[in-house]
């Protein structure tokens, strides 16, 4: 005999997806993009240059979404900032963004990387299970300063004068036949 089968598993109403996006600025000048910075003569002789990481959330979702928190981890330290207290809302509807900003100074004379992973949590408003996403931004400065001054200078000036001009009547016309030895040697000076 043929039994029916228990019910499926009905698929869950509320889906959660979620974005973060992160970009970075030099914040005294918002069209410079952070991994276009250029050397340090455009920005002081200090070498320090205000930066600012935006950090833009997005329901990509159906339903409404509370976002449980915005981190932001610096690799190198380990360090991680809660950023969710600034994003301009933490509930967001579909197709809806919050952002945030933070600004951090950075040396630009240094050889180093400056590297954020940013990292969002959220809950569908009426429950279900909890979705995350990650964006990592990176960049680097390598611009390393000329030296003070020259290394040194020329090592010889030209040496001797040009040498002596051609004369201005040819020399004698070649013979028909070549001989079997030549006449003589070539002079050292010119004719």
């Not at 109403?13 to 069209?31: A, I, R």
């Not at 920005?43 to 990509?60: A, H, M, Q, S, W």
């Not at 909890?130 to 931004?137: H, I, K, P, R, S």
Request: with cysteine; hydrophobic share 25%; aromatic share 6%.
């Amino acid at each position: 005999t043929v039994a029916p089968t228990d019910q499926p598993t009905p698929q869950p109403t509320t889906l959660c997806e979620t974005n973060v996006h992160m970009e970075c600025y030099v914040k005294s000048d918002p069209d410079t993009n952070c991994r276009s910075i250029t050397p340090p003569n455009a920005y002081g002789p200090d070498c320090k240059v205000d930066i600012e990481y935006r950090y833009t959330v997005t329901n990509l979702g159906i339903n409404p979404q509370d976002i449980k928190h915005l981190h932001c981890r610096k690799p190198a330290t380990g360090e991680v900032s809660n950023l969710t207290p600034s994003l301009t809302s933490t509930t967001l509807d579909s197709a809806e963004e919050a952002s945030t900003t933070e600004v951090v100074t950075v040396d630009v004379c240094s050889v180093q990387t400056f590297e954020r992973i940013g990292t969002v949590a959220a809950t569908a408003t009426d429950g279900g299970p909890e979705c995350v996403d990650m964006f990592e931004y990176r960049f680097d400065t390598a611009w390393v300063p000329p030296t003070a001054h020259p290394s040194s200078a020329p090592s010889q000036y030209p040496t001797t004068s040009p040498t002596p001009r051609p004369s201005l009547t040819p020399t004698s016309r070649p013979t028909d036949k070549p001989s079997a030895h030549p006449s003589a040697h070539p002079s050292s000076s010119p004719s």
